[in-house]
């Protein structure tokens, strides 16, 4: 991340100087200021760190797809009572920012469902490719640098889900373990809870649903995340 330290430098310089001499400094000549500002920049960064300023670095938290993913149980109305399905979905991806914000794309090929469907007819042959949502968490990164190998840390993370032009919006208690110094475990203490109605609103879902043979959704769906995170 750049920082425009030059100006920065040269400012501090000429109100130092002002105060200590109580005259304006003159223009430094081109040769002092192309070589003088690097040097008052490393003295500048050298002070700031000795006196406990810490400058933002670029984050590299990613997920590991083949440890990251979600279980979502759909309650189903039938004939004979409600009957519960429990699905996965594995290979979770998303990079974690500078303001701890990850994005999760999620989409049909992830989860379970179409082993459960069986051979997809012609007209159905991409869906496995289409989006189901997108979730977006919103980490702290500060709570997450002050953790100690071993430590467990719960965050009250503001979550959302994106489908389409819907946004499905709440916070989630999040548990975040560090396992080591390159990585992290996460996974929700409370499941978040999707409205079914919403899901058989989504064209995706609904053809999905149809498939599946399900009929009608019923009650909210509780959704589990679980995840880990290492430090590129």
Do not use: C
């Not at 300023?53 to 004939?79: C, F, H, I, N, R």
């Amino acid at each position: 991340m750049s920082l425009p330290f030059s100006r920065w430098t040269r400012a501090l310089s000429r109100t130092l100087a002002r105060r200590s001499t109580g005259k304006p400094t003159s223009r430094p000549t081109a040769a002092k200021s192309r070589f003088g500002a690097p040097i008052k920049a490393a003295a500048l960064a050298f002070a700031m760190s000795g006196i406990g300023v810490s400058l933002p670095t670029q984050a590299a938290w990613q997920l590991v797809p083949d440890s990251s993913g979600a279980t979502a149980t759909l309650t189903a109305q039938g004939s004979q009572g409600n009957v519960e399905h429990v699905h996965h979905l594995n290979g979770l991806s998303g990079t974690v920012g500078d303001d701890g914000k990850m994005s999760i794309p999620l989409s049909v090929g992830q989860t379970d469902l179409l082993d459960k469907v069986g051979e997809l007819p012609p007209w159905l042959s991409g869906v496995s490719q289409m989006r189901l949502a997108t979730l977006t968490l919103n980490l702290d990164p500060l709570a997450i640098a002050a953790l100690e190998p071993g430590q467990t840390t719960r965050m009250q993370v503001p979550f959302s889900a994106t489908d389409g032009n819907r946004t499905h919006r709440e916070t989630l208690p999040l548990e975040v373990t560090r396992q080591d110094a390159t990585h992290l475990t996460f996974i929700n203490a409370d499941p978040i809870s999707l409205d079914s109605a919403e899901v058989a609103r989504n064209q995706v879902g609904s053809t999905l649903l149809n498939l599946l043979g399900y009929g009608k959704l019923v009650g909210d769906i509780p959704v589990t995340l679980q995840g880990e995170m290492v430090d590129q």
